[in-house]
């Protein structure tokens, strides 16, 4: 059973950054994609950047593009969200998700960590 740790959240100026991390355990990894969802206030949860655990492969979502990069340590089990040029409306609580290679689903959540930015 993958397990998702998230931290690095808190509260950041307009223009700033932070980089959230996502402790992973369990289970074995070369088989997963990773991603960084977000939900605002009364908004519903998006994709925001995705990346393959084996070979890397990077998506963003276009509001992001250009300011956020997902990477991820194989040898920590640990994927990154490098969040620059950080906007107000980056305000949200954010969670790491896992899942197979061969679904579409995520059925691997972290709790979630919140990220305010204030203008």
């Known amino acids: 059973q993958v397990q998702l740790v998230e931290s690095g959240g808190g509260l950041v100026q307009a223009g700033g950054s932070l980089r959230l991390s996502c402790a992973a355990s369990g289970g074995t990894f070369s088989g997963l994609a990773m991603g960084w969802f977000r939900q605002a206030p009364g908004k519903e949860r998006t994709l925001v950047a995705t990346?393959?655990?084996?070979?890397?492969?990077?998506n963003y979502a276009d509001s992001v593009k250009g300011r956020f990069t997902i990477s991820r340590d194989t040898a920590r089990y640990t994927v990154y969200l490098q969040m620059n040029s950080l906007k107000p409306e980056d305000t949200a609580v954010y969670y790491c998700?896992?899942?197979?290679?061969?679904?579409?689903?995520?059925?691997?959540w972290g709790q979630g960590t919140q990220v305010t930015v204030s203008s």
């Open positions: 998700a896992a899942r197979r290679l061969y679904t579409t689903e995520y059925n691997y």
């Open positions: 990346i393959t655990w084996s070979g890397g492969t990077t």
